[in-house]
């Protein structure tokens, strides 16, 4: 059974790489028509379903476009959202973020704080959390400085 396991596991790595051509030292699957992939720069950018770069390679980390943006990061270590066309829409200058969800993104600051960022990068809730979670249903949950964990509703106001 192990000889199975085995065989199986090794010709699907050889169809991956057969896939790649050997171009990409990463590949991802295609989300919402566009796939990262990995040069060999060690350098992320995005192709089309035709395996066409569309986005340059040219950002240290890159992930899956959600909601018509994508995460992104610099040379500086510093992350930043990308439309479609690869143009920056949200400058990199934040030290950390997790992705957009209702049309709001937890991103941390040069105080090591979290708040949150609208699709054009401007601060909707200050950076005054320890901690901030992605919205749901019209709320996210964030911690304190006193390690007190508890729920926002999207101007930034405690929800009961």
């Given at each position: 059974m192990k000889k199975i396991f085995v065989i199986l596991a090794l010709a699907a790595i050889t169809l991956t790489v057969s896939a790649q051509d050997g171009k990409?030292?990463?590949?991802?699957?295609?989300?919402?028509?566009l796939a990262v992939v990995q040069d060999e720069n060690d350098l992320y950018g995005y192709i089309d379903k035709d395996g066409k770069l569309v986005i340059?390679?040219?950002?240290?980390?890159?992930?899956?476009?959600m909601d018509g943006v994508a995460r992104v990061q610099n040379d500086d270590f510093r992350y930043g959202f990308?439309?479609?066309?690869?143009?920056?829409?949200?400058?990199?200058?934040f030290r950390s973020a997790y992705w957009f969800a209702e049309g709001l993104a937890p991103v941390v600051d040069?105080?090591?704080?979290?708040?949150?960022?609208?699709?054009?990068?401007?601060?909707?809730?200050?950076?005054q959390f320890k901690d901030a979670g992605i919205f749901e249903e019209g709320v996210a949950e964030v911690q304190d400085a006193?390690?007190?964990r508890y729920k926002i509703d999207k101007t930034g106001k405690e929800v009961k």
């Amino acid at each position: 059974m192990k000889k199975i396991f085995v065989i199986l596991a090794l010709a699907a790595i050889t169809l991956t790489v057969s896939a790649q051509d050997g171009k990409w030292q990463y590949q991802s699957d295609l989300v919402d028509g566009l796939a990262v992939v990995q040069d060999e720069n060690d350098l992320y950018g995005y192709i089309d379903k035709d395996g066409k770069l569309v986005i340059p390679c040219k950002w240290y980390s890159a992930e899956d476009f959600m909601d018509g943006v994508a995460r992104v990061q610099n040379d500086d270590f510093r992350y930043g959202f990308i439309d479609k066309t690869g143009k920056l829409v949200v400058p990199c200058k934040f030290r950390s973020a997790y992705w957009f969800a209702e049309g709001l993104a937890p991103v941390v600051d040069d105080s090591f704080k979290w708040g949150y960022i609208d699709k054009t990068g401007n601060i909707v809730i200050p950076c005054q959390f320890k901690d901030a979670g992605i919205f749901e249903e019209g709320v996210a949950e964030v911690q304190d400085a006193n390690d007190r964990r508890y729920k926002i509703d999207k101007t930034g106001k405690e929800v009961k």
